[in-house]
């Protein structure tokens, strides 16, 4: 046991001296030497390069922020266009440049009338509008996407052009900025993208869009027919939005037609849309629709009849009382009894009990809130 002990170090010995030499050994330790001194040094040097970035960003504020707010507050126009000299050095900087800009975009956010006036001005007499042309026409998309948000807050309207030409951008960001950028400088006239947008306009940018224009006198939408009978599904349902919220009662047939759409997000849409500016004869058309419709347009369809329909519909809505989904049944007779049609609910529930007594029940407690 000792022996094949013995003989087993001796060995390990003698191999490891063959293959492991001094030399060896030497430049290991080197190598390893100069990778960790590497790695010191480049952590160094980030962290240098941090340091100097966030010294640069507090001179720049300290300096610059209480210049900014005196500007911007002062009510004689000349004060703008006066600059320090301390600053001309200080905007040399590209960092301090973005730094100024950015604080100038959050200043306008807050401010109206004669402040906000005063930021733009300063904004164009610092030279800054030519930062974010540079970055209108870059190639990088993040760069494009925060040129079109300088210039839009900024107000550079005479950049409303080509700004246009990039709400139909391959990039998500890109035209979604340059959308948002021309409603707020054209308002309702800035809707004309519609027109050649051909990329999906995701429902938060729907939802913005729409907030968007409330700042703005509502005007005639001559092309919204043309909207909803576009190639661009998501088109078509923010033209319907927009035939909801601004009551176009005039095209109501048009969003008649959007019921029979083969995407279910339209037909979904359309149906809201109906809730708020149909009537009668809307009731019977959803009611051609209800068969074909999924589970959720039938119970949207339901809701909307509980609004306009009338007593020559009782007896589609007593059918679907039987429906064999117990929702379907308790909107059914929500609908009967938003139209008068609690008797035909106490009728049904004398002769079947389970489960219309119930529903009746629950139905007049509902009416009477």
């Known amino acids: 046991m000792n022996g094949t002990l013995l003989y087993f170090q001796s060995t390990f010995k003698t191999s490891f001296e063959e293959y492991i030499t001094p030399e060896l050994l030497l430049n290991g330790v080197l190598l390893f030497t100069s990778i960790t001194?590497?790695?010191?040094?480049?952590?160094?040097?980030?962290?240098?390069?941090?340091?100097?970035k966030f010294l640069v960003k507090d001179r720049i504020r300290k300096?610059?922020?209480?210049?900014?707010?005196?500007?911007?507050?002062?009510?004689?126009?000349?004060?703008?266009?006066?600059?320090p000299s301390k600053f001309i050095k200080i905007f040399r900087n590209p960092l301090a440049r973005q730094y100024a800009i950015d604080n100038l975009i959050i200043n306008k956010k807050a401010f109206s009338g004669m402040v906000a006036s005063n930021i733009r001005n300063l904004y164009q007499h610092l030279?800054?509008?030519?930062?974010?042309?540079?970055?209108?026409?870059?190639?990088?998309?993040?760069v494009q996407a925060k040129g079109i948000q300088e210039l839009s807050m900024m107000d550079q309207n005479d950049q409303l052009i080509r700004v246009y030409r990039l709400t139909n951008s391959k990039n998500e960001l890109v035209r979604t900025e340059a959308q948002t950028a021309i409603?707020?400088?054209?308002?309702?006239?800035?809707?004309?993208?519609?027109?050649?947008?051909?990329?999906?306009?995701?429902?938060w940018q729907q939802v913005q869009l729409l907030v968007q224009l409330k700042n703005?006198?509502?005007?005639?939408?001559?092309?919204?027919?043309?909207?909803?009978?576009?190639?661009n599904s998501t088109v078509i349902i923010f033209a319907l939005k927009l035939v909801e919220v601004y009551q176009q009662f005039g095209i109501r047939r048009k969003v008649e037609e959007c019921l029979l759409h083969q995407k279910e997000p339209v037909r979904r849409q359309a149906i809201n849309t109906l809730l708020k500016i149909g009537d009668e004869t809307s009731a019977e058309i959803l009611i051609r629709a209800y068969n074909d419709e999924d589970y959720a347009n039938k119970i949207s369809i339901l809701r909307a009849l509980a609004v306009f329909a009338n007593e020559t519909h009782f007896p589609?809505?007593?059918?679907e009382l039987s429906n064999s989904d117990d929702h379907i049944k308790l909107e059914a007779a929500r609908a009967l009894g938003a139209i008068g049609g609690v008797g035909v609910l106490d009728q049904k529930a004398a002769v079947q009990p389970e489960p219309y007594a119930l529903i009746a029940k629950h139905i007049k407690a509902e009416l009477l809130l």
């Open 37 to 52: 001194l590497s790695l010191v040094l480049f952590t160094y040097i980030y962290l240098g390069l941090k340091k100097k």
């Open 63 to 83: 300096n610059l922020e209480l210049w900014i707010s005196h500007v911007i507050l002062e009510e004689d126009d000349e004060e703008v266009i006066r600059i």
């Open 127 to 142: 030279g800054f509008r030519k930062d974010s042309l540079r970055k209108l026409k870059s190639r990088t998309w993040y």
């Open 183 to 203: 409603i707020q400088w054209a308002g309702f006239n800035g809707l004309r993208f519609l027109d050649v947008v051909s990329y999906a306009i995701s429902e």
């Open 216 to 231: 703005f006198t509502p005007q005639d939408m001559p092309k919204l027919e043309r909207w909803l009978s576009s190639k």
């Open 316 to 319: 589609f809505l007593v059918a």
